[in-house]
T-cell receptor
Framework: EADIYQTPRYLVIGTGKKITLECSQT?????MYWYQQDPGMELHLIHY???????EKGDLSSESTVSRIRTEHFPLTLESARPSHTSQYLC???????????FGPGTRLTVT | GENVEQHPSTLSVQEGDSAVIKCTYS??????FPWYKQELGKGPQLIID?????GEKKDQRIAVTLNKTAKHFSLHITETQPEDSAVYFC???????????FGSGTKLNVKP
């Protein structure tokens, strides 16, 4: 089992609310990632970080933002949730680029 | 992702039979190819990987083969068991972009 945690596991929230999805890892990994997983299962990279104070947008356009103030913590924030944000969000970390990614259990978000 | 095609999308086999999942990629610069298993309610977990300087790798009932000329790689599971039932993802790592691209997933059902 990888030491990477996501909270909450499930969240149902109304349109317009601000939410933050938490992701923490205790492995000391510099590289961290956020993926959005469609109902059709495919994973899309939405944000990544190569270390503290480093964040980049991924390939899938997302209205979310991320921050990396501490190595172990990589939260994702939606300022104003919309039904189109309904999805599963997976956080991952790795020791190096091009190496094994360790995934958290995911947060399933439903925006009503 | 657009760089990786994965087939089939669903696969049903009888317990004890073999299962094969195939992925094709387009960028010859890719040199790391992991396979992930995702069980219901969990994040993906690495089960085997291969680098481009190797043609085949085996770990007990699981093997991966890589054909660099044809740009495809395959996951082979022998003597399947009901606990092998899950969604399997292939991925490629593009060093030019420092990113992973995932296949669309294969839902494997092993019937007892």
């Amino acid at each position: 089992e990888a030491d990477i945690y996501q909270t909450p596991r499930y969240l149902v929230i109304g349109t317009g609310k601000k939410i933050t999805l938490e992701c923490s890892q205790t492995m000391g990994h510099d590289k961290m990632y956020w993926y959005q997983q469609d109902p059709g299962m495919e994973l899309h990279l939405i944000h990544y970080s190569y270390g503290v104070n480093s964040t980049e947008k991924g390939d899938l356009s997302s209205e979310s933002t991320v921050s990396r103030i501490r190595t172990e913590h990589f939260p994702l924030t939606l300022e104003s949730a919309r039904p189109s944000h309904t999805s599963q969000y997976l956080c991952a970390s790795s020791v190096r680029q091009g190496g094994e990614q360790y995934f958290g259990p995911g947060t399933r978000l439903t925006v009503t | 992702g657009e760089n990786v095609e994965q087939h089939p999308s669903t696969l049903s086999v009888q317990e004890g039979d073999s299962a094969v999942i195939k992925c094709t990629y387009s960028d010859s610069a890719s040199n790391y190819f992991p396979w992930y298993k995702q069980e219901l309610g969990k994040g993906p977990q690495l089960i085997i990987d291969i680098r481009s300087n190797v043609g085949e790798k085996k770990d007990q009932r699981i093997a991966v083969t890589l054909n660099k000329t044809a740009k495809h790689f395959s996951l082979h599971i022998t003597e399947t068991q009901p606990e092998d039932s899950a969604v399997y993802f292939c991925a490629e790592f593009l060093y030019n972009f420092n990113k992973f691209y995932f296949g669309s997933g294969t839902k494997l059902n092993v019937k007892p």
